[in-house]
């Protein structure tokens, strides 16, 4: 089925940037960020796969494996992809997506130094704050965050990118606040 088949079959297609009911925060066809855990999620898997089936590219194709949950995939495709940085953070993203929080926050932390003082340097903190999330450090996620907010804005970055920092940014802030409220109950 082709792309467009299934488009004129969504009777209530998502619009990009916004949450959508399910509470995910729409990335782009058939994909998306959940609010509350954080995860990529494919919102339209049959669309989603039409994407990816499109591009010749492994990289851009990474992406659209993690929100299907094809994590093998994902990696079969990062095999095939040059070093770039690009390529290592999607490689710290597998770990996060496969529970390997620790080992994605320290893969995060490495990457860092490496990023300092380029144009990667506030995708890596988001990356690592994202890490830093669903590890449950969520104090030091929105410091991560935060310095990645800061820098997606001054790099005039897509807003997607500003807009899943700032999704993941308020999440933390309301588990610290709600781990506040029921240590003071």
Request: glycine share 10%.
């Amino acid at each position: 089925m082709s792309t467009n088949a299934v488009l004129e079959k969504s009777p209530t297609p998502d619009v990009v940037g916004e949450v959508n009911a399910d509470g995910i925060l729409v990335g782009g066809p058939g994909w998306g960020v959940h609010q509350v855990s954080q995860k990529m999620v494919a919102t339209d898997p049959v669309l989603l796969r039409a994407v990816m089936d499109r591009t010749d590219n492994p990289l851009n194709k990474v992406g659209c494996a993690i929100a299907l949950g094809a994590l093998d995939e994902a990696r079969g495709y990062l095999a095939q992809s040059p070093d770039t940085m690009r390529k290592k953070i999607f490689t710290g993203d597998v770990l996060r997506e496969e529970g390997r929080y620790v080992e994605a926050a320290r893969h995060f932390t490495l990457l860092l130094d490496e990023a300092r003082g380029t144009v990667h340097e506030a995708v890596v903190l988001q990356h690592h704050g994202k890490s830093l999330f669903l590890e449950g450090r969520y104090g030091e996620a929105v410091r991560y965050l935060t310095d990645a907010l800061a820098g997606l804005r001054a790099d005039g970055r897509d807003v997607m990118a500003v807009k899943y920092t700032e999704l993941c940014l308020g999440e933390a802030r309301r588990r610290i606040e709600a781990e506040r409220a029921g240590a003071d109950a």
